[in-house]
């Protein structure tokens, strides 16, 4: 069998992509292998919630309609809300369906091998999206396997809630966006948590009477080409801000959960047994969280003031609390922890994609999404062109800009005149 384009993956971006397709009437199937958006529901806690305002949700042909455009949907009202984007114009989607392997055809285009029900399949076609995403294997670093069997040890990916763990306290490794969302999720809930810093920045909620995204949104930060950052394409490493959007957003303020009496340790180095190491970056990791929120802030301050906008006045962050020593070892057994929960990120999966067109280190290399090798595109990457490459807010200028290089190669060049 051959079709013109297929397109690996069945969540937000390939969905936007096969939007455009269907409009231009371009034969395409979709190729997912598990079922539509299944992300959202299968890789993402009970209590979780978008941190993007309700309103960033718009996807081609489709946006956010409800009642609260400055809220934050959870995760069965995302799932809901995509579900209601398919139905909106029925995708050629082919469910729990496997692409095992991509290879390049003889004379152009490329082959696919296929894992479905009805068992193994190749399909050849022109063109060829992968919009899998960025985050598929989770990472777990290698001393995990030298702590103690008796640990409880899971990653960011598979939990859910509290009630999933064993009696005790729980150590969250990272304080990325899962790290400390779930650090919050499980302090709310009534246990005794520990959590091991990262690098990631913070930014607040609401600033000067307006979520603070919005703010940025209006000053194009999520329009602005990854070219045009400092350091250019390195922003793509970024790792994003912590903020939650629970109960109606707020901050995460990990200073504030430590006063409470969540303990704080800098980056973990090590594990033996019930013993682990950390460096001693706690007091640096949350100062350098708290630089980037105050310059955020004063950025809003700068445009506000340069637009003359009228807003209510805004404030710096005063730290309210900051550790007075910096723990270096800790015992499992001795602080009664029985669980890990690891919240340190992913790294891509592309094994199964047979063509030139990843650096040394694995990843993808394109420009917007179009790599060296004709007809085949990547869509949905974070910072794939800007900032909101990773946010449904961006997707529809991706996917249209895919689209737009797949109908151009196919259409044949004008005849001289």
């Not at 979780?48 to 946006?63: E, I, K, M, Q, S």
């Not at 989770?138 to 702590?147: D, H, S």
């Not at 994003?240 to 430590?258: E, M, S």
């Not at 151009?408 to 005849?415: D, K, S, V, Y």
Request: charged letters at 20%; proline letters at 6%.
């Amino acid at each position: 069998m051959s079709i013109p384009v297929a397109i690996v993956g069945a969540g937000q971006a390939g969905m936007s992509v096969s939007w455009f397709l269907t409009q231009e009437g371009v034969e395409h199937v979709l190729l997912e292998a598990s079922t539509i958006a299944h992300e959202w529901t299968d890789r993402r806690w009970d209590n979780f919630t978008l941190v993007t305002p309700n309103w960033h949700c718009r996807l081609p042909g489709y946006a956010y309609e409800g009642d609260d455009p400055d809220g934050f949907m959870n995760r069965e009202q995302v799932a809901h809300w995509l579900a209601g984007y398919a139905a909106s114009f029925d995708p050629p989607v082919r469910e729990h369906t496997a692409v095992t392997s991509l290879t390049e055809r003889e004379g152009g285009g490329f082959v696919l091998t296929l894992d479905g029900p009805d068992g193994g399949e190749v399909l050849e076609a022109e063109n060829v999206v992968l919009a899998t995403g960025g985050y598929h294997l989770p990472i777990v670093p290698p001393f995990a396997a030298a702590i103690d069997p008796s640990i409880v040890q899971l990653h960011s990916a598979d939990y859910r809630n509290a009630d999933q763990l064993p009696d005790g306290e729980v150590l969250v490794v990272g304080s990325g966006q899962s790290g400390a969302q779930i650090a919050e999720d499980l302090h709310l809930a009534g246990r005794s948590v520990h959590l091991a810093l990262g690098d990631a920045p913070r930014v607040a909620r609401v600033y000067r009477g307006r979520d603070c995204m919005t703010w940025l949104a209006d000053m194009g930060l999520y329009d602005t080409p990854v070219q045009q950052y400092p350091g250019g394409r390195a922003a793509r490493e970024k790792t994003n801000h912590y903020v939650t959007g629970r109960d109606g957003g707020r901050d995460i303020d990990l200073r504030q959960f430590a006063h409470e009496g969540m303990r704080l340790y800098g980056l973990m180095s090590g594990a033996e047994g019930t013993r682990l190491s950390f460096e001693p970056t706690v007091a640096r990791s949350l100062d350098a969280a708290d630089a980037v929120y105050n310059s955020i802030c004063r950025d809003i301050d700068a445009y506000i003031e340069r637009e003359g906008i009228d807003a209510p006045p805004g404030r710096q962050y005063v730290p309210v609390w900051a550790p007075d020593h910096e723990p270096r070892l800790l015992d499992l057994a001795d602080a009664g922890i029985t669980s890990i929960v690891w919240g340190i990120g992913y790294r891509p999966d592309y094994r199964w994609v047979k063509v030139g067109v990843f650096d040394g280190s694995a990843a993808p290399t394109h420009t917007r999404g179009v790599t060296s090798v004709p007809g085949l595109y990547f869509l949905g990457l974070p910072w794939m062109h800007t900032w909101g490459s990773g946010r449904f807010a961006g997707i529809a200028r991706d996917a249209e800009h895919v689209f737009r290089c797949i109908v151009g190669a196919r259409r044949p060049a004008p005849a001289d005149r």
